[in-house]
């Protein structure tokens, strides 16, 4: 591991992830999340879907797979409309900031708007980063930005949520690890499609997504 | 530091924001000082001078966009209202991303631009805009609020570039005293400028909008 993966999962990297709650806003309307011990099943649940799907994606861009075909993978992981904006806006963000840090001919390959993990893939090559870095990005990223969404929409106690994403370490590490061993995972999570097209219907709502 | 150290490659050259395209004006301030109103009135005074379009953060819902779609002082389409995940002030300066998609988008839309209101979702005084995302920053406070505002200070008050203090003619109903607020804004801006104004009683915010049309101004010549 070297610093540049600090950096890349760093939240404070302006990249536009707080402007997305990964389903969580949605999760909180319908009942679902409500207390540390919810927040901590729908992070699992993420983790296990999302946050592999975005791992393998991310480990195979970072590993030189071809950005324009990775995209449309991750198009096809990715059945809701609403979540394939929010994956697009948040790789443009990163791709934005990306270019600044870590001058790459890499930006240039990719799709305008490349889904999240593809750009993160293009990051850690830029950064100097190897697969599993990326890997382990993508996963971890998968349920910081949710967890800091929930502490904000349930002024839970900051510690209390710090505490629920150091516990799922191990279990990120994991999803990274299979990253390297799995091809591009399919796994898929209707429940978050569903929150993900209700809460982009609303006219209400905190977060993009 | 050791001399081998060349600091310009920590540094990174491209500048982006400080680009050929439309002039960017942030309008920031605390929640109900007018902020809204004022980005209305400017639409509506400079909407015939300049190609313009409007960015929004509400801290919930769409409802200042909504505000301007109805009272049609811009076509939707110059409209953009983004999400700010619970934190607009992080929106505007820490992570200005969202902002700065909402407002690619408008350039790409309307290829013209030539001035772009950024408004703040309503904040409080520590609340700035970062120069990432804005090229001059007004901030709006009013008098309801209370004569200390400006002695109490904070970027918004000490640092824009204009400061605004709206709603004057509520003044002799609060017990504010205008010239107190006059001098303190002076004795903490230095240089900068202020405006008192009464949206109400100039609708046109006339005075804000001669410092908007001097800045576009200022910089095309530069």
């Known amino acids: 591991m070297t610093a540049a993966l600090l950096t890349l999962a760093d939240a404070r990297l302006p990249a536009g992830g707080h402007t997305h709650s990964g389903g969580v806003e949605q999760a909180i309307a319908a009942g679902l999340v409500h207390d540390p011990s919810s927040l901590a099943g729908f ?4 983790l296990q879907t999302a946050g592999r799907v975005a791992a393998g994606l991310a480990a195979a861009a970072c590993r030189g797979g071809d950005p324009a075909a990775l995209d449309a993978e991750a198009d096809a992981r990715t059945p809701s409309p609403a979540l394939r904006a929010a994956s697009r806006q948040q790789g443009r963000g990163l791709v934005r900031v990306g270019r600044r840090a870590w ?5 240039d390959a990719l799709p305008a708007a490349p889904h999240h993990p593809v750009a993160l893939g293009a990051a850690a090559t830029a950064g100097g980063l190897t697969p599993r870095d990326a ?6 990223l998968s349920v910081s930005g949710p967890a800091t969404a929930a502490q904000r929409l349930l002024a839970m106690d900051p510690l209390t949520v710090a505490a629920v994403t150091a516990r799922l370490a191990p279990g990120i590490d994991a999803v990274a690890d299979g990253a390297l061993r799995d091809g591009l995972p399919a796994d898929a999570d209707p429940l978050l499609d569903l929150l993900a097209e209700v809460h982009a219907a609303r006219r209400d709502r905190f977060f993009a997504s | 530091m050791p001399p081998d150290h060349d600091l310009d490659d920590y540094v990174d050259a491209a500048v982006p924001h400080r680009h050929g395209g ?5 309008l920031g301030g605390p929640v109900g000082s007018g902020k809204t109103a004022l980005a209305a009135a400017l639409c509506r005074t400079l909407g015939a001078e300049y ?5 929004t953060n509400d801290i919930y819902t769409t409802e200042d966009a909504d505000f301007l779609r109805r009272n049609a002082v811009l076509p939707d389409d110059r409209i953009e209202a983004v999400q700010t995940g619970c934190c607009p002030h992080t929106a505007i300066r820490d992570d200005i991303t969202a902002n700065l998609d909402a407002v690619e988008l408008l350039e790409d839309r309307h290829p013209g631009l030539e001035l772009v209101f950024v408004e703040s979702g309503g904040d409080n005084l520590t609340a700035s805009f970062s120069y990432g995302l804005v090229d001059v920053q007004v901030f709006v406070v009013d008098v309801a609020g209370g004569d200390k505002v400006p002695r109490k200070g904070g970027p918004g008050v000490t640092a824009s570039d204009l400061l605004v203090v709206n709603k ?3 003044a002799p109903l609060v017990g504010a005293d205008l010239d107190v607020m006059r001098r303190d804004s002076a004795t903490v801006r230095g240089d900068r400028p202020t405006l008192l104004i009464s949206l109400r009683e100039d609708p046109t915010a006339a005075a804000v909008a001669d410092w908007v049309r001097e800045q576009v101004r200022v910089r095309v010549v530069a």
């Open chain 2, 51 to 55: 190609d313009l379009a409007v960015v």
């Open chain 1, 103 to 107: 001058p790459s001919p890499l930006w």
């Open chain 2, 22 to 26: 439309p002039l960017r004006v942030g």
């Open chain 1, 135 to 140: 890997a382990g990005a993508a996963a971890y």
């Open chain 1, 43 to 46: 992070l699992l649940r993420r």
């Open chain 2, 168 to 170: 004057t003619d509520l």
